[in-house]
């Protein structure tokens, strides 16, 4: 793999299940986000990591969850999902703020809730 | 609050330039991001302005002026592929990446 994969692409998920969308990244780098993206909204950060081990709520966390085992992966846990959770979900990367560099995104997991 | 305002949709004729501007109210600057997206596609990385100017990169160059809270991207030689929505982002004094909609450019020839 090369860069960020997401999976899965995308996924008709009932209310009231639980579901892991999952984000796995090769290029080493120590900040990884989730954000969700809405017809006619910006993209909103929900999650983050700045480094193994560490995670912190963005713009919108409630109903979501994620952990930082390791450097390469960063799942986004949905509890139990409501229909207002139907979004596309990117994941992202950033090895260095400070460089200006910018994010690399997953190719994104397109999530419907009924 | 945050905010990042940007044109909806913008139209231009195949071989022309144009110019999608972007202006913000943010808990201070860090840096400003343009990242292009096209439909159905993950956002990509197309420049970056820390300082007031212009920063020129092939045929897209991107202009901040701080003190305005105003930038721009300027396309030019635009081409069919050039079709995308262009989003502008605000890095905060905070290290937190504020998002614009992203404004929707069609191409036609």
């Known amino acids: 793999i090369a860069g960020i994969t997401q999976a899965p692409t995308s996924q008709i998920l009932a209310a009231g299940r639980r579901m892991t969308l999952r984000c796995t990244q090769d290029m080493r780098h120590n900040a990884m986000y989730w954000y969700r993206q809405d017809l006619g909204l910006g993209l909103r950060l929900i999650h983050y990591s700045n480094t193994a081990g560490t995670t912190g709520k963005g713009e919108v966390p409630d109903g979501y969850s994620v952990s930082r085992a390791n450097t390469d992966d960063f799942p986004l846990t949905l509890a139990s999902a409501v229909p207002s959770q139907t979004s596309v979900y990117f994941c992202?990367?950033?090895?260095?703020?400070?460089?200006?560099?910018?994010?690399?995104f997953g190719s994104g997991t397109r999530l419907t809730v009924v | 609050g945050q905010n990042i305002d940007q044109p909806t949709e913008m139209t231009a004729t195949e071989g022309a330039i144009v110019q999608i501007n972007c202006t913000y109210q943010?808990?201070?600057?860090?840096?400003l991001f343009w990242y292009q997206q096209h439909a159905g596609e993950a956002p990509t990385f197309l420049s970056y302005n820390v300082l007031d100017g212009l920063e020129e990169k092939g045929r897209f160059s991107s202009f901040l002026s701080r003190s305005k809270g105003y930038s721009y991207l300027l396309l030019k030689e635009l081409q069919m592929k050039d079709s995308a929505s262009y989003l502008c982002?605000?890095?905060?004094?905070?290290?937190?990446?504020?998002w614009g909609a992203g404004t929707k450019l069609i191409i036609k020839p």
């Open positions: 943010t808990s201070g600057f860090n840096a």
């Open positions: 982002a605000v890095r905060d004094s905070n290290y937190q990446l504020i």
């Open positions: 992202a990367s950033s090895d260095d703020p400070d460089r200006g560099s910018g994010y690399t």
